[in-house]
């Protein structure tokens, strides 16, 4: 059947429509794929940007925590001690227990006389007697001569400063022969530091002493000895403080060994800068061990737990030190029962107080308790007693429980890596190490005597800056060792060196 012009035109077209519906089904399908694939990524995009801006808000409050942190180091308080004016919650807490609030103490009259300090050194060494003028002691009623005593006279006690002197003193050693001539004999030269030495041993040990326990470099006390009439070079003195460290190495060695032996051991470190002749200087580290008694000073070029095994490694008892993961390898289940220290805890929340202000107070205002038990403790005469742990379990033990809860209602609430997130998490995460003093009376709740211990290396660091190299710290370490013990048995450092 023939088909007219018309109709073969018309099915022209109609194929042709198809063809075109059928690509427009195609493209209608590439079309939904790439919607889907674009909606994927849009979904991508908004998680990723999601993700992003979390994290970017977290990092902005990070720099922002750093910038209070740095502005209140520069013009804030320094001290962490106490606001006398007690916070909301704290006050809340206080009603709510039904407890009387403490009376203020009142001030002192400004017209009241004040105690007179003691002065020391107790013993009167001179006694300088005042006469009456005899020009005042005509009477103008009688017109005699006031010569009758009244008494031993009015007293009065000042201290005064007497300047250091050095002496030059010559040994005459006699010689002496028999009449014969063939028996020859000369005294025994008196005892000297070294061989050949020319100092003496209270110049050796009062330059020792300057420079350990008082933060002296060399060169301010070579100019301060100059004054007083001794003029030696920075040489010789570098000379007689390294040769004395290596005379008195065997005794720094034994200290050592004593506080290895001890039960209870507190540690702490710090950075000590060791110049390179010739390169750049490199960060080494002066690490204390303490006991009651002694301490023991340790130089290292690193803060590997090296030096912490090499100490302690092998003992048992406790060690009371900060977080650092150094001090694990002497703390596994065969080594020391770690304890904490609640000083780093209460300065982790002291930083956060400009970013997170009465949140963080609150948790300082939970932690004040502990401190005031070991206040009272000591004001007590009971520290270390059976009375002191009592003490402890009786009111540091509520007091943690609820603290503890405060952390963890407060844990998910604020970012992790926010100044606050960051003190809380160090609190929860060390919580058994800092929770063990409640078991043993001896056990301090905060390592400040060993940072106090530090706290000279920290002034010589500032005075002397660096220490010439990794002999010269060992050798630092040693004097230091022997000083700090000294001063902690009420010792005279000098006198025990120069003895």
């Given amino acids: 059947?023939?088909?007219?012009?018309?109709e073969l035109q018309l099915m022209q077209e109609n194929a042709a429509l198809r063809e075109e519906n059928a690509r427009f089904e195609e493209e209608h399908a590439v079309l939904r794929e790439e919607h889907a694939r674009f909606g994927e990524e849009h979904a991508a995009l908004r998680k990723e940007f999601t993700t992003y801006r979390a994290s970017t808000e977290d990092r902005i409050e990070q720099l922002l925590a750093q910038v209070n942190q740095l502005r209140h180091l520069v013009f804030g308080r320094k001290s962490e001690k106490a606001v006398k004016v007690p916070s909301v919650a704290a006050e809340l807490?206080?009603?709510?227990?039904?407890?009387?609030?403490?009376?203020?103490?009142?001030?002192?009259?400004?017209?009241?006389?004040h105690p007179r300090r003691k002065l020391t050194p107790r013993e009167v060494r001179r006694t300088v007697a005042d006469t009456v003028p005899e020009a005042e002691r005509q009477c103008p009623h009688c017109h005699e001569l006031a010569s009758k005593p009244m008494g031993a006279g009015k007293e009065s006690l000042v201290l005064e400063h007497l300047a250091a002197a050095f002496d030059l003193i010559r040994y005459v050693r006699e010689t002496c022969v028999c009449p014969c001539g063939k028996h020859v004999v000369t005294a025994t030269a008196a005892d000297k530091p070294f061989d050949k030495c020319q100092y003496g041993p209270k110049l050796i040990s009062h330059l020792i002493v300057s420079k350990c326990q008082d933060g002296l470099p060399l060169n301010r006390l070579k100019a301060r000895w100059a004054r007083e009439g001794a003029d030696l070079s920075v040489n010789t003195m570098y000379d007689l403080f390294h040769r004395a460290a290596e005379l008195l190495a065997p005794l720094g060695v034994r200290i050592g060994e004593l506080v290895a032996q001890a039960e209870l051991v507190q540690a702490d470190e710090t950075p000590l800068t060791i110049a390179k002749h010739g390169g750049k200087p490199h960060r080494g580290f002066a690490w204390v061990f303490l006991t009651g008694e002694l301490a023991y000073y340790k130089f290292s070029p690193s803060r590997s737990g090296k030096t912490p095994l090499e100490i302690l490694g092998g003992t048992t008892g406790k060690l009371l030190a900060d977080a650092y993961s150094g001090y694990n390898p002497v703390t596994l289940p065969d080594g020391r029962a770690r304890a904490g220290c609640w000083s780093h805890v209460r300065h982790y929340f002291f930083l956060a107080l400009p970013a997170a202000g009465a949140v963080a107070q609150e948790a300082i205002d939970l932690i004040r308790p502990i401190f005031v038990v070991e206040h009272e403790a000591l004001e007590r005469g009971i520290v270390?007693?059976?009375?002191?742990?009592?003490?402890r379990q009786e009111r540091s033990a509520p007091a943690l429980d609820v603290l503890l809860a405060w952390l963890r209602e407060h844990e998910d609430m604020v970012p992790p890596k926010s100044a606050l997130g960051e003190a809380i998490g160090y609190t929860l995460n060390n919580w058994e190490a800092l929770t063990l003093f409640l078991t043993d009376a001896?056990?301090?709740?905060?390592?400040?005597?060993?940072?106090?211990?530090?706290?000279?290396?920290?002034?010589?660091r500032k005075n002397w800056l660096f220490v010439g190299?990794?002999?010269?710290?060992?050798?630092?370490?040693t004097l230091m060792s022997l000083v700090t013990s000294c001063v902690q048995n009420d010792i005279n450092p000098e006198a025990y060196l120069a003895d």
Avoid: C
Avoid at 93 to 113: C, I, L, Q, V, Y
């Fill in 93 to 113: 807490r206080a009603n709510a227990e039904g407890e009387t609030p403490m009376p203020k103490t009142p001030d002192r009259d400004k017209g009241e006389d």
């Fill in 384 to 391: 270390g007693t059976a009375a002191h742990l009592a003490l």
């Fill in 1 to 6: 059947m023939e088909h007219t012009p018309l």
């Fill in 442 to 460: 001896g056990i301090p709740v905060h390592n400040n005597a060993s940072e106090r211990a530090l706290r000279k290396v920290a002034l010589g």
């Fill in 469 to 477: 190299n990794a002999d010269a710290g060992d050798r630092y370490a």
